[in-house]
């Protein structure tokens, strides 16, 4: 059982950067895959991105590509989600998930552990 832990979220202006932490505790993997979610008000939750906490490979939606960056401290067990350039668009909640699904995977479905959530809202 992994317990996932959001901070970081705030207001900000348009152009903006902030930086999001997920720290993990409990049972957690090498092979488990962490992930960013959001959701907009009135939209449903949509994958970001994603890393495992072996190697460094990672995988970006298409929306955030160039923008958002995901990293990590293993040592910390800590994930981490740099967002630059940040647009009104982006505003939503932001959730970490973890999954231990062997495959590459964007499905809300396939990530049994979440985290509670932080708000990001970016002001045009």
């Known amino acids: 059982q992994v317990q996932l832990v959001e901070s970081g979220g705030g207001l900000v202006q348009a152009g903006d950067s902030l930086r999001l932490s997920c720290a993990a505790s409990?049972?957690?993997?090498?092979?488990?895959?962490m992930a960013w979610f959001r959701q907009a008000p009135g939209k449903e939750r949509e994958f970001v991105v994603s890393?495992?906490?072996?190697?460094?490979?990672?995988y970006h939606a298409d929306s955030v590509k160039g923008r958002f960056t995901i990293s990590k401290d293993n040592a910390k067990r800590t994930v981490y989600l740099q967002m630059n350039s940040l647009n009104p668009e982006d505003t939503a909640v932001y959730s970490c998930?973890?999954?231990?699904?062997?495959?590459?995977?964007?499905?809300?479905?396939?990530?049994?552990?979440w985290g509670q959530g932080t708000q990001v809202t970016v002001s045009s």
């Open positions: 409990g049972r957690t993997f090498s092979s488990d895959t």
């Open positions: 890393i495992r906490w072996s190697g460094d490979s990672s």
């Open positions: 998930a973890s999954t231990r699904s062997v495959i590459i995977t964007t499905s809300t479905a396939e990530y049994n552990c």
